[in-house]
């Protein structure tokens, strides 16, 4: 079993940064494939960030050059680093965690990027 808590959502100008944080609890987090997905209202919950247990990294085109993805498995935390937001990335932001059949979510942190 895995909680997540995701952090660091809020209100930011166009072309400015945020830095989400996922707080993980559980036995073995280490050993866990983690990404961040996102939710605008009215559509799907898409994949934007992933990082394997080994960390490898990959990036859906629309955030790839501006977000980064990182985990410390030390603290078991996930992060996302948001640079040059756009208000096309405002939405709800999910930290997940999967292994095999097991698949965990948080909680969700939401971002508006309005000026």
């Known amino acids: 079993q895995v909680q997540l808590v995701e952090s660091g959502g809020g209100l930011v100008q166009p072309g400015g940064s945020l830095r989400l944080s996922c707080a993980a609890s559980?036995?073995?987090?280490?050993?866990?494939?983690m990404g961040w997905y996102r939710q605008a209202p009215g559509t799907q919950r898409d994949q934007i960030a992933y990082?394997?247990?080994?960390?490898?990294?990959r990036y859906a085109n629309s955030v790839k050059d501006r977000f980064t993805i990182s985990r410390d498995n030390a603290k078991n935390i996930l992060s996302l680093q948001m640079n040059t937001l756009k208000p096309e990335d405002t939405a709800v932001y999910y930290c997940?965690?999967?292994?095999?059949?097991?698949?965990?979510w948080g909680q969700g942190t939401r971002v508006t990027v309005s000026s």
């Open positions: 997940n965690a999967g292994l095999g059949a097991e698949n965990y």
């Open positions: 559980g036995s073995r987090v280490s050993r866990y494939g």
């Open positions: 990082i394997t247990n080994t960390g490898n990294i």
